[in-house]
């Protein structure tokens, strides 16, 4: 497991307004067993200060928006081929 984080300046955005040009970002590696489509695993993240979860989101769906159209495979075997997957949330403070 690796993370890092840290925030970067965006710069002004096209309608001028640089309010919100610095963005904190977070980085995380995981490693998981194998994912099993009928197990619907589920990806949650939380505030460690709160124990709030901030994202939950069905992982095998979210991961299958990754596949390429035109291959002839079930979803379980496409998981199975994958190694790696990159994924990137957006979220803001409420």
């Given at each position: 497991?690796?993370?890092m984080q840290g925030g970067t300046d965006m710069g002004t955005r096209a309608d001028g307004d640089a309010e919100d040009s610095n963005i904190s970002v977070a980085i995380a590696q995981i490693t998981v067993g194998r994912l099993v489509v009928e197990n619907n695993p589920r990806l949650t993240i939380t505030n460690k200060e709160?124990?709030?979860p901030v994202l939950s989101i069905p992982l095998v769906k979210y991961l299958l928006l990754t596949e390429a159209e035109g291959?002839?495979?079930t979803n379980q075997e496409y998981?199975?081929?994958q190694?790696?997957?990159n994924m990137t949330?957006?979220?803001t403070r409420a």
């Open positions: 497991y690796y993370r709160t124990g709030e291959h002839e495979m998981l199975d081929r190694d790696e997957y949330f957006f979220w």
